[in-house]
Nanobody, 119 residues
Framework: QVQFVESGGGLVQPGESLRLSCAAS????????IGWYRQAPGKQRELVAS???????NYSDSVKGRFTISRDNAKSTASLQMDGLKPEDTAVYYC?????????????WGQGTQVTISS
């Protein structure tokens, strides 16, 4: 059974930082592209950062230069360092693999971790 468990969210002020962590099980973690997604109230879930099995990263324009994704294949974990947080970053953040032409979309999601940016 595929499982992702996210942690590290919280309430911070604009400009501050948070580091999210994700632990995966039930998958061959090291061969998959892993992504951090977020879903704000009333909006669809969006992919904000991804990292390939070889360590190539990609970011949405909204977080580029502020967020840094990393992974530890030996531990099947991933992290998202978020700096310079803005109120518009407020959302529930999820970790999961990123689908491709050969990998079907995720069928299940973890509980996510709430990130709230407010003064």
């Amino acid at each position: 059974q595929v499982q992702f468990v996210e942690s590290g969210g919280g309430l911070v002020q604009p400009g501050e930082s948070l580091r999210l962590s994700c632990a995966a099980s039930g998958i061959i973690f090291k061969i998959l592209t892993i992504g951090w997604y977020r879903q704000a109230p009333g909006k669809q879930r969006e992919l904000v950062a991804s990292i390939t099995s070889g360590g190539i990263t990609n970011y949405s324009d909204s977080v580029k230069g502020r967020f840094t994704i990393s992974r530890d294949n030996a531990k099947s974990t991933a992290s998202l360092q978020m700096d310079g947080l803005k109120p518009e970053d407020t959302a529930v953040y999820y970790c999961n693999y990123v689908p491709s032409s050969s990998v079907r979309p995720p069928e299940s999601w973890g509980q996510g971790t709430q990130v709230t940016i407010s003064s």
